[in-house]
């Protein structure tokens, strides 16, 4: 066998190894890409979880807030509502404390119940309480202010109309308090991380 016939087929036994080498680590390859694709889907996916976590936790922490502050909202109508009952001294006092109380939970209301169209209506007033109020804080406003009127005029307290208020407030309550809502709303949340996981995977 002459030279060129044993680099001839020498050529052929490399490029052989070579191919075989190749195909390999391209198989290798493939399998390490499919690993990682794997990691990288149960990342997403334990991500979207853990989204849905923190915001099942911040509704949570969302709702208890709303809670504490719509008992001391009822409590204070109660106050009012009960001062018929007290001397004329003390329903002074109580109709006094009554007014204290609501005058700072309507404020507080505000970050719970921002205004609605802040944009279109109240330009000329401070941000908070530019738009218009929702009824939540409607109810407590308009207690407030038959409270104030009666204690101001030394009237007696036309108590069926106060409850009336206080009967509006409390089913407000119950409309953000629902847990049929809170269900709803845990479901959009998870449909916006849904949509958010899809996208990333377009990308």
Known sequence: MSSADIFSALSVVVSGLAALLAAYYSRR????????????KNAIENASQANVISANAWLE???????IWADEACDAIAVAVHSLKADQESKEAMLVDAL???????????????NLWSDEY????EPAYRGVRQPI???????????DKLRQSGGE????????YQRSFVSEVQKTLNPQRRNEEMNRI???FDIAERLRNIE
């Open 100 to 114: 204290s109380k609501l005058s700072s939970l309507i404020d507080r209301g505000r970050w719970f119940f921002p």
């Open 29 to 40: 390859s493939l399998r390490f890409s499919a690993k990682a694709e794997m990691y990288s």
């Open 190 to 192: 998870k449909r916006q």
């Open 122 to 125: 109240g330009q000329h007033k």
């Open 61 to 67: 922490q969302y709702m208890s807030n709303v809670r």
């Open 157 to 164: 307290l036309h108590v069926q109309e106060l409850i009336h």
């Open 137 to 147: 804080l409607d109810a407590l406003v308009n207690a407030y202010n038959l409270i």
